[in-house]
């Protein structure tokens, strides 16, 4: 039977032999469980299930099985090492960099990607995310915000970094209403899902501070109605205490980083619903680099001033009732150390239970994807599974060796 038009899901019947399973919500592990796939989705899923004929039973009954993982932040197109060279490379090169970065974090347990911004004149994260949606290319889902829309001098504004004469177009930037509302509206037509903004400096960019809101209330509230009305969510990279509460107020669906969020707007972030997307083991390398000396320079000053803060942030979001989704920033540093955020979560103080939750059911809420991130039947056969139990040892989550997006297997045990 030919494989659907414009889906990537397999086709064809399997039986998972599961030893324990997480389901993506209960607080349980339960026990030995068989799960039926049929063409790219859950079938069945019971104690012990009828095997069909012809369907290949594969032997997970020394794992512990899970909804595939969901990073709701990574930079496909960006490597931080080398921001400088690749803003001379063309957009298909960047894809498919993005390409081979996506099918590597996926053999680590990554079903579904978030991908927040490029730094390119055109959409390459648009069409990889076309081309692995529609199956032309294997890899996990991909959903994606184009740019990082930014004020002059904003986070996103990467003209720092180059002599004035090279003139790149490789920022978004904008300034007042009429600029931000032509740059929403842009972000629409060429296909991206989500609008990323930045509302406060960032740490790797140059010319700005994180402990400095960017962008004007009018400002906000007109990016984030511009992208209302056009029906998009709209994710803020946010900082200082005074931008996060201002994101949360005009209505943004997920705070990235947040951080140096404070009691007050965690509790309006959990009032309001808004998403928390806290990036930790990012800031565990950030301080690993400050200590080896290769931070890069116009990182130094603000977060030598900041780190010790930002932890006590972290400690604050893990110790409230915020809704958290998993997302690591990957390109700003190696997608290898992407599933070491699952520990660095624990580590600041959210049960193994959250955590896992993070990044499979209450990120595919924040994705609005209800297919994704529970293993149910009727639900995408998203699936991974790991020798040990993550409950008692989160670390497990770091030896997923199977692999399963929409029905294909895109790893096995028996895989080098
Ligand atoms: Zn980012």
Redesign the pocket.
């Known amino acids: 039977m030919p494989a659907p038009r414009g889906t990537a899901d397999g086709v064809g019947t399997c039986v998972l032999v599961c030893g324990a399973v997480f389901d993506g919500v209960a607080e349980e592990l339960s026990g030995p469980t068989e799960i039926v796939v049929r063409d790219g989705r859950i079938a069945a899923m019971e104690r012990t299930v009828e095997h069909p004929d012809g369907a290949e039973v594969l032997d997970l009954s020394e794992r512990t099985v899970s909804p595939g993982f969901i990073d709701t932040?990574v930079?496909l197109t960006m490597d931080a090492a080398t921001l400088g060279r690749q803003t001379l490379a063309s957009s298909a090169a960047k894809a498919l960099t993005g390409l081979s970065l996506a099918q590597e974090y996926l053999r680590y347990g990554f079903t579904t990607l978030r991908d927040?911004?490029t730094m390119d004149p055109e959409f390459p994260t648009v069409d990889l995310r076309d081309a692995l949606n529609a199956g032309h290319v294997a890899g996990p889902r991909l959903v994606v915000a184009g740019h990082v829309l930014s004020s002059t001098a904003g986070h996103g504004d990467v003209r720092g970094f180059y002599a004035p004469r090279w003139d790149l177009p490789v920022s978004t930037v904008g300034d007042g209403a009429e600029e931000i509302r032509r740059l929403v509206r842009r972000e629409h037509a060429y296909g991206s899902d989500w609008i990323k903004t930045a509302n406060a400096g960032g740490y790797f960019s140059a010319g700005d501070d994180p402990a400095r809101p960017t962008w004007f209330d009018d400002e906000m509230q007109v990016l984030t109605a511009t992208a209302a009305q056009l029906g998009m969510p709209v994710a803020v990279?946010t900082g200082a205490a005074a931008a996060c509460k201002q994101a949360i107020r005009f209505g943004a669906r997920s705070l990235?980083h947040a951080y140096l969020i404070d009691e007050e707007g965690i509790e309006m972030a959990t009032h309001a619903g808004t998403y928390v997307v806290p990036t930790m083991q990012m800031t565990q390398e950030d301080l690993q680099a400050l200590a080896a000396g290769t931070l890069p320079g116009q990182a130094v000053w603000k977060f030598s001033r900041d780190n010790q803060h930002i932890l006590d942030s972290q400690r604050l979001v893990a110790a409230s009732d915020v809704k958290i989704a998993y997302g690591t920033?990957c390109?700003?540093f190696p997608f290898s150390h992407g599933i070491l955020e699952f520990q660095a979560m624990v580590a600041a103080g959210l049960s193994p239970h959250r955590a896992l939750k993070a990044a499979t059911s209450v990120a595919a809420e924040l994705l609005e994807r209800d297919d994704l991130g529970v293993l149910a039947p009727g639900k995408c056969a998203d699936v991974v599974a790991m020798p040990g139990d993550p409950f008692s040892d989160i670390a497990a989550t770091a030896r997923v060796d199977f692999v399963m997006r929409g029905g294909t297997i895109a790893r096995r045990p028996s895989d080098p």
């Open positions: 932040h930079h927040l911004g990279h990235e920033d390109g700003m």
